[in-house]
């Protein structure tokens, strides 16, 4: 992944998700909902996001308590995968969840990012990070917002 070798955890959004926990790859996830909710962790930048909001998005027609149970479980699984990175999750409120984004790597970020700056050496690392449209396996309706925003013209 593009300058993700020195963070603890790298991210690649684009085309087929990967994950790397200190430059090893993670081949296989328990479910496709774990790699989701990483997914969105990722998406959202460091910044915290309601677990019921969470729960909701990755089990729309899942009544809440199931839905917020299957948040936790898929959690645990999450954190098991992770490993020593695992506490890149964090959790300043009991309601709320973000991923650590200093210590990790998202391809996604680097590409917004470079596409506001809009320079032309950052127009190639863009199109560099760029493998494909983001999540190119997921086809959650969450995830059609994020993936039409990174694939229109960036405006003037």
């Not at 729309?60 to 645990?76: G, K, M, V, Y």
């Not at 490993?83 to 973000?98: E, I, T, Y």
């Not at 210590?103 to 760029?130: C, H, K, M, N, W």
């Amino acid at each position: 992944m593009e300058n993700g070798c020195q963070a603890d955890l790298s991210i690649g959004l684009f085309g087929a998700m990967e994950i790397q926990v200190h430059g090893e790859s993670i081949e296989r996830f328990r479910s496709r909902k774990v790699m989701w909710l990483l997914a969105l962790l990722a998406l959202r930048e460091g910044r915290d996001i309601d677990r019921g909001w969470l729960a909701g998005t990755l089990w729309p027609d899942t009544d809440e308590s199931s839905a917020r149970h299957n948040l936790r479980q898929c959690l645990h699984d999450l954190r098991s995968e992770l490993g020593s990175v695992a506490g890149l999750l964090q959790s300043d409120a009991p309601r709320s969840l973000r991923l650590d984004s200093a210590r990790t790597f998202v391809d996604s970020r680097e590409f917004d990012a470079a596409v506001r700056r809009g320079d032309p050496q950052s127009l190639e690392l863009a199109i560099r990070l760029y493998r494909g449209p983001l999540l190119e396996e997921c086809s959650e309706e969450w995830v059609l917002d994020e993936r039409r925003a990174r694939e229109k013209e960036p405006e003037q």
